[in-house]
């Protein structure tokens, strides 16, 4: 299978994020998470669908791959091809990161976005999609996806930072994507630490987790700097601070977030999911929150 722009110049993501679907058999909350999920999909003809993170919770969950296989079933019988990265709270169980990857893999049944340069370290994959023009003749969008794994190793602060490993990894393979016109996207579940700056810029969203709050690692090793570096990277998607959904700006890379999908977790924001239209025609890139409210 090959990503391309349609033949009108358009390319579509959903961001589905924070999910949080709960034990089996599903409380309410976490039914009405499906419901949403669903009713996206079929509202909406996108052209791929990136969730990041936190498909799950993990921790004292007994039937964890009964719950993760209930967000599976929303994609058997679509068309739409998904790619999927861990969130920090689907691996607090008895099953390991490795393990709730491959069990995502393994569903035949899901139309799998067809991954390039994989590299998977300690248990984190990293990888890339390429999507081609409309004519199909050359890479005009490339998508890396990244797990930002979960909890430190060493005790420094809250969350885990993106290693040294995936920052080498970003460098060397984007190396082979060196256009400036290209409008490259990175979606990963913990935000960088950038995005503190890029809430002093917001042109979009609420940034409403607690005082001012980004939950992100507190080292920092330095993605975002390969990032600029990279000058073709439009901006960065994340999820894990489920009161923030904003679109900031940092470096001239835009800072987003998704908007929180799940109902049985916390937060004040509404629930739903967040849209992204490249535009080959003009080279440009748009995003748009679709709320539950209006589509359920």
Request: proline share 3%; aromatic share 10%; with cysteine.
């Amino acid at each position: 299978m090959t990503l391309s722009y349609n033949s009108d110049g358009s390319f579509t993501i959903m961001q589905i994020t924070d999910t949080h679907i709960g034990d089996s058999p599903l409380s309410e909350a976490s039914q009405k998470t499906l419901d949403l999920v669903k009713t996206a999909l079929d509202r909406y003809q996108v052209d791929l669908v990136v969730h990041t993170g936190d498909i799950t919770w993990s921790e004292g969950v007994n039937k964890q791959l009964e719950s993760l296989q209930s967000f599976l079933d929303c994609f058997h019988g679509q068309s739409t091809p998904l790619i999927t990265t861990l969130g920090n709270h689907d691996s607090e169980g008895a099953i390991s990161r490795d393990a709730v990857r491959k069990y995502i893999e393994a569903d035949a049944q899901v139309n799998h976005a067809p991954k390039k340069q994989i590299q998977v370290m300690d248990s984190r994959e990293s990888c890339l999609l390429e999507i081609y023009g409309s004519d199909q003749e050359a890479v005009k969008t490339v998508i890396y996806v990244i797990d930002s794994g979960d909890y430190p190793k060493i005790d420094y602060g809250t969350y885990d930072w993106v290693s040294f490993d995936q920052v080498a990894w970003f460098r060397q393979v984007a190396q082979d994507y060196p256009d400036p016109a290209m409008n490259n996207l990175l979606f990963l579940h913990i935000p960088l630490p950038e995005y503190k700056e890029a809430g002093h810029h917001i042109i979009e969203g609420h940034f409403n987790e607690g005082d001012h709050e980004i939950c992100s690692p507190d080292l920092n090793s330095g993605l975002f700097t390969q990032l600029v570096e990279a000058g073709n990277i439009w901006g960065v998607f994340a999820g894990h601070d489920h009161d923030n959904n904003f679109d900031g700006i940092y470096c001239g890379i835009h800072c987003l977030y998704g908007q929180v999908s799940g109902y049985d977790t916390y937060g004040d924001e509404a629930r739903g999911v967040r849209l992204i239209t490249l535009d080959e025609n003009d080279n440009t890139v748009s995003t748009e929150r679709i709320l539950a409210d209006d589509i359920l």
